[in-house]
């Protein structure tokens, strides 16, 4: 099976995580700090929080700016659950901003009018967490622009987009955004097993995810309320949770982050390969941003007819190639259902959710790969064109 997504680990990886194995630290060493500072080194933002999942990282994040019981927090419906779960978990009330049904990324026309809608209700969010979906940023400028005027922060779900650039900064640079989290899970651009950052260019909420990511414990003599005992004293001073990456699991991002750019490079020669394999096919290949570089997370292509989705989907699955759907969009899961959300309610969501397909897309994908892929392709178009015709040829 060719799966859609997969991690590339080099002997330089292994070599990284056995170093630590063998060292004193397995957790709260110093190969934490040193991917931190790598990595926002690299997004050229003043700090980078790890933590063990990009989910975590999420979490702490709205913690960070204070989102509680009574907010409002708005995130895209084409996105994996945790991008709204984690307003959830601060006891915060979700809603969501439809997208464009052309690149399932949060559209800026419906912001703006739930945005006006909201300012009259006086309900508007607290935060607003746009997702950069398959690596693609959205259009933080414009989303910036709209949440400065009503006074609301922005938390970057940049999962798929360590690696991109938007108007000539890396994504994590959070010129537009409070916070930007990455994720490191093995199907992401780099790996650390599990594991996620949180990165913000603000002093303040940098403290207030460390803090939550360990206990909400400090050890800084500045932050506590009366004079330290002594050498071992420290204060709780937050209920925070233990949500830290590992030793092994930082040697490996750090490790991986070497290799960003090959991975990059791999991932752009792929999107090229499929645009010369695909473009004759009954469907829409996805296009990179224009206001920046995609780090190509996923590959997503959108079917002329809904229709076939179903159909050309279990063809490739026979065919050995581990296709998906990125992503059932969030308020239909029963969940949110309970919640109150239904079908019908992010139409562009739900239209772009009905025509699509993730094909494999990963560093090592190879070009016989690629080849395998558009030939499944095109046999199950012709197949559905095929049953098409006799239908049309049965009488009415
Ligand atoms: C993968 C992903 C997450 C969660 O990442 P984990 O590291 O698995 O917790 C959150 N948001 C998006 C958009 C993702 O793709």
New binding site residues.
């Given amino acids: 099976m060719i799966p859609y997504g997969r991690q590339n680990i080099d002997k330089n990886d292994i070599a990284a995580v056995l170093e630590v194995l063998q060292s004193d630290f397995l957790t709260q060493g110093p190969k934490v700090p040193e991917f931190e500072l790598a990595v926002s080194q690299y997004c050229q933002v003043n700090y980078a929080i790890a933590?063990?999942?990009?989910?975590?990282?999420?979490h702490i994040a709205c913690l960070a700016l204070g989102v509680t019981a009574g907010d409002i927090v708005w995130t895209s419906p084409i996105?994996?659950?945790?991008?709204a779960n984690c307003a959830l978990y601060c006891g915060a009330k979700i809603d969501f901003v439809d997208v464009d049904p052309h690149n399932g990324l949060m559209s800026v026309a419906a912001l703006e009018q739930k945005l006006q809608h909201a300012a009259n209700k006086q309900q508007l969010p607290k935060v607003i967490i746009p997702?950069?979906?398959a690596g693609h940023s959205c259009d933080m400028e414009s989303i910036a622009a709209l949440c400065q005027k009503y006074q609301i922060k922005i938390i970057e779900?940049?999962?798929?987009a360590i690696g991109s650039t938007y108007k000539g900064m890396p994504v994590g640079h959070c010129q537009y955004s409070d916070i930007c989290?990455?994720?490191?899970?093995p199907?992401?651009i780099i790996t650390t097993a599990?594991?996620?950052m949180a990165l913000t260019n603000d002093t303040a909420l940098a403290a207030q995810m460390q803090l939550h990511r360990s206990h909400g414990i400090t050890r800084d003599p500045l932050d506590m309320t009366e004079p330290s005992h002594g050498p071992w004293y420290y204060q709780q001073i937050e209920l925070g949770l233990n949500y830290r990456l590992t030793e092994l699991q930082a040697a490996l991002g750090h490790s991986q982050l070497q290799r960003l750019s090959q991975f990059l490079a791999a991932r752009q020669q792929a999107v090229t390969h499929y645009q010369q394999l695909l473009q004759d096919l009954p469907l829409q290949l996805p296009t990179a941003a224009t206001d920046g570089v995609s780090a190509w997370?996923l590959y997503i292509i959108r079917l002329d007819n809904p229709d076939h989705r179903l159909r050309v989907f279990e063809a490739l699955r026979a065919a050995g190639i581990g296709v998906n759907v990125?992503?059932i969009p969030i308020h239909t899961q029963p969940y949110y259902q309970q919640l109150g959300f239904q079908w019908g309610d992010f139409p562009g969501a739900e239209f772009f959710y009905s025509k699509i397909i993730s094909l494999p897309m990963y560093a090592d994908l190879t070009l016989p790969m690629q080849q395998k892929v558009a030939t499944a392709l095109t046999k199950a178009f012709t197949a559905c064109s095929e049953q098409q015709m006799t239908q049309q040829d049965l009488p009415a």
């Fill in positions: 933590a063990n999942s990009a989910t975590s990282a999420l996105s994996f659950v945790a991008s997702v950069h979906l779900d940049a999962s798929h989290v990455f994720s490191f899970h199907v992401k599990e594991g996620g997370h990125h992503y």
